[in-house]
């Protein structure tokens, strides 16, 4: 199987190879693309979200929302959706339904790093500890409040709450299932306690049967995958994720003959052929399409790596053709700016000219 083919497949499981989104849509529309943005992200289970602009823009690409408030709906109206630290200890866009086990099966890994690196800030054990209560009074009081209020009352309470303090105290009470980011208010996330924003916590799996489930969801969204591939996106241990993939074994498949070491990257059995054309496409900043396997030179050319991973965890937002990066686009005064890294035939730069109109008119 060529490295063509495997792109094709994975574009596809990301919801990739169809249309995206048209822009426009009024308050009518806002329940639809609420539901729309829940089904996709359900799909490809999380996706990324320290910068909700940029997860905002990945459901866009979907097809999955028409305008950032569709987004917002979802956060804030019918509560579909939430986000808070999850896979890798970074910040997520979940289903709610898929948040508590999740959270269960990451969060003894995650509460380790942030123990460790509130120590490194100068945060002792009981000053954190003293955060947490305080972020959930406040919280039950007062909440839902974005994190500059919940910054204020944590420095009233004479906690340190500068510079990284206060996102490592605040992923401690996320990781212990007390708050989540719930609405959006007056442009601004608010954390929320997550018995009041999403209700009392259903009883989670065992882990056997959450490892299973997190193997088959991630496959859904970004088979062909390899446990490796599961490992390094999920920020669980190769044990872990070898275990969930053996437990769903009679359900996938492995396509013979990848090309570049992928001979061990299985999927779901009984999908539908790939399609033949991955549509060019403008993807955001962080996009599951860039983050979701241990080797992403299927998607992106070794020789442009560092152009759309310049190091230090960020991942540019970037434009596909063929489910290949052909550029990186910026946004300077709201109007796309695309840098590609080669002329581009003539036909896909006029599709990714159309569809920057439609990023702008999705971001306004």
């Known amino acids: 199987m060529s490295s063509a083919e495997l792109r094709r497949r994975r574009a ?7 249309r995206a989104a048209p822009a426009g849509g009024g308050t009518a529309d806002r329940a639809a693309g609420g539901a729309a943005s829940h089904r996709a992200v359900a799909h490809l289970l ?9 997860a905002r823009l990945a459901l866009r690409a979907r097809g999955a929302a028409s305008v950032a408030a569709d987004v917002d709906a979802a956060l804030t109206d019918d509560r579909s959706l939430v986000v808070t630290w999850l896979m890798r200890g970074t910040l997520h866009l979940v289903a709610r339904e898929d948040h508590g086990w999740l959270l269960a099966l990451t969060r003894d890994q995650n509460a380790a790093t942030i123990r460790r690196r509130l120590g490194q800030l100068g945060v002792s054990q009981g000053d954190a ?9 406040t ?27 206060v996102p490592h105290m605040l992923a401690l009470a996320a990781g212990r299932g007390t708050i989540v980011l719930g609405p959006i208010q007056d442009g601004e996330h608010a954390f929320a306690l997550t018995r009041d924003w999403l209700g009392p916590p259903g009883r989670a799996p065992d882990r056997d049967t ?12 970004h088979g062909p995958a390899s446990a490796a591939d599961l490992a390094a996106w999920s920020g669980l241990g190769l044990r872990d994720a070898r275990a969930g993939i053996a437990a769903i074994a009679g359900e996938l498949t492995y396509p013979a003959g990848f090309a570049g070491g992928h001979r061990q990257d299985g999927d779901l059995a009984g ?62 005064g709201g109007r796309v700016a695309l840098e590609p890294f080669a002329p581009l035939p003539r036909s896909v730069d006029a599709a990714l000219r159309r569809d920057s109109e439609r990023v702008a008119r999705f971001s306004r």
Do not use: C, N
């Open 129 to 137: 500890e003293r955060a947490v209560t305080v972020i959930e009074r």
């Open 271 to 332: 999908r539908p052929a790939p399609p033949t054309r991955i549509p060019p496409r403008l993807l955001g900043a962080f996009d599951p399409y860039l983050l979701g396997w241990k080797d992403r030179s299927f998607a992106v050319d070794p020789t442009h790596a560092r152009r759309v991973h310049p190091g230090g965890g960020i991942v540019r937002a970037t434009a596909i053709a063929g489910g290949r990066a052909v550029a990186t686009w910026t946004m300077p």
């Open 12 to 18: 596809a499981a990301q919801l990739l190879a169809g």
């Open 139 to 165: 919280l039950a009081d007062d909440g839902p409040l974005p994190r500059a209020r919940l910054a204020e009352r944590l420095r009233a309470a004479g906690l340190p709450a500068e510079g990284q303090r």
């Open 210 to 221: 959450a490892l299973a489930e997190l193997a088959r969801r991630y496959l859904r969204g």
């Open 46 to 54: 999380a996706v990324q979200a320290q910068d909700l602009r940029a």
